[in-house]
Every structure is written in C-alpha cells, then in structure tokens.
C-alpha cells in the first residue's frame, strides 16, 4: 500500500489559502521572492525571467516548467506578475476530484527505414507519431520520474508518457535515435548485455552516446531468454543460479560499461513470476516492465507494468487508442 503524504499537502493548502486574494496576477509585494515553509515560494516576475528560468532556479530543472504553469493557469510570464511556485507535489498520483492520471508506456519492437510488409513501423510512421505527441503536449518522462509517480513521491506532466525499445539492433541507433532527437524526445533502452559489439549491433560507445543525451539504459537480461521457461532436465537449484546471472550480470556489466546504474528490467516476452520478481528486487531493480497491454495509475505494481505494442498502422486512430493519460472516477 502506498502512503499518501498528507502533510505537505495540508501545509501548502494553508499556505495557499493564507495568500492574498490576485497572488497570480498582480505585482506589488514587498519582496521579489516570500517562502512559505519550504512548500511554496512566492515570486514577481522579473523582465528577463521565464517559466524556463524560474524552473530551473527554483526546481532545478527547465523540464518542470509545466508544473509553474499549471499550478498558476498561465501558458508564459509577464514582468511583474506574481507566481505561486510549488516545491513540492500538489497533486502527488495525478490524483483529482473527477479521476486519476495514468501514464501510457509505449514499446516499439522495430523501426524500420523504407515501407514493408511487416507490421513494423516505418521511419516516416514514426515521426508523425513523435510530431503528434509534440502537438499535442505529450512530454516524454524518465524511467526514474516514472517509478517515484508510482511510489507517490512524484508529480507528472498532465500528459506524461515513456518511449521504450528491447534491442541492441542498429536500426535503434541509425533511424530511431535521429529522429528523437529531432523532436527533443527520449526513450528507455532495454539491452542485452551479449550482443554489444557484434555486427549488425550497437557498440558501447553508442550506448554510452544515448546515455549522455537523456535516454535511460535498462536490460532484458544477459541473453533476453525467457526468465520463466526452465529447460528440460534442468534441476530446481541449476535453473535458480542461471535465473542470478541473468538477471545480475547485466546491472554490473552496465554499470563498469557506461558508468551509470542500471535499475530497471524488461521481461523477455513480457513473462514473468513470483520467482523472478523476487530475484530482481534482491539484486537492486527498482521496477520492471511486462507487454501486457493498458496505461498506468499510481497504484500500479512497479514489478509489473504495463506496455502498449506499437505496430504499423494505417492511420493515428490506432495509435491514439494508446495514449491515456486519465480514467473518469468520482473521487469527492
């Protein structure tokens, strides 16, 4: 069960109710900044300011740009105007009083760079999907941002949304990565640590180049076999120390490879049990990634969460069906 923070909630609503009536339009304070308990900070506008600086000085990081203009009902800055920025989750979960936020995980198993007959999804395709997120204020996330939305310690863009590939295959790096990159977006790479450095396959520098611009590097084991699947005459103690190094090499492999932490998992074939799940979580995963079908709410199980398979399609229809970023319910 998760455990809902209350307290910081309670704290900035009475701080928020405590502000003077037209905090969010009007200048004349004091002072350019009044901290409220370390829950909210107060600010005017400056002329050189931007939702962008104010998210980086304040929040750290320009990407939260969003939760100043939410929170404030504006699109841009005005100098002078007074802003409310939030230092911590308003809404922690997406949670409101009409529903709640679910987060779609969209899983491309091939991009491909002329048309074909198979259902994978061509160069062109793929970047009218990528332009349609654009347009639509769809912000691609992390996998880090994802797993604290789902331990309630994180709030999301309103359409928050992750990107993810299982493959070391070129494809990911000479037509997928360009065209991300094109549209400012990133993505989840789940690798498996043997095939780094064959032909036809990415090399570790390139892992480490997608490292460096934002993309998250996870794993499918050493060898992507499937996890649950134990081999015929193999005894319970043999299939238990393969199932180890399948799923514990990778992180150390990763980690002396590209110097970064590798802390999430994909299931070969999206199968997966107790037993494996159990292995992951002792040997420092932080969540892992199934194909089942769906979009994913805070309660969502970090161990299992879902993916929507992205295939070649005529038109967008189908491709919109699996971006849902809210489920209607009467939470009053």
Known sequence: MHKIRFVPILIFLVICCALPMGWGTQAGAASDVVKGKDVVIVV????????????????????????????????????????????????????????????????????????????????????????YLKDNGFKTITLDQLNAFLNFNEQLPPKAVVIT??????????????????????AAVFIRTDRIGQTGHLT?????????????????????????????????????QALEAEISTPREVIRKKTGRSCRYFAYPAGAS?????????????????????????????????????VRKERSLMKFREHLATFSSADLR
């Open 44 to 131: 005017t506008v400056k002329s050189e300011e931007s939702l962008q600086s104010l998210a980086q000085q304040y929040l750290g990081s320009i990407d939260r740009a969003w939760q100043i203009a939410d929170f404030n009902g504006i699109e841009k800055t005005r100098p002078g105007q007074r802003l409310v920025i939030p230092l911590v989750p308003t809404r922690p979960g997406g949670i409101a009083k009409n529903g709640y936020q679910t987060i779609p995980v969209l899983y491309y198993p091939r991009i491909t760079a002329k048309r074909t007959n198979t259902k994978a999804v061509g160069a062109n395709l793929f970047a009218q999907q990528l332009q």
């Open 165 to 186: 590939f299982d493959t070391t295959q070129r494809w990911l790096y000479d037509i997928a990565y360009p065209i991300l990159l094109r549209y400012n977006l990133s």
């Open 204 to 240: 570790w520098e390139e892992v480490k180049k997608l490292a460096a611009a934002g993309f998250d590097i996870g794993t499918n084991g050493s060898s992507a076999k499937r996890l649950t699947r134990v081999e015929n005459g193999t005894d319970a103690e043999t299939h238990l």
């Open 273 to 309: 049990d107790d037993m494996v799940i159990a292995l992951l979580k002792r040997h420092g995963y932080h969540a892992a990634f199934t194909l089942d079908p769906g979009s994913n709410p805070f309660f969502a199980d970090n161990f299992k969460i879902k993916r929507s398979l």
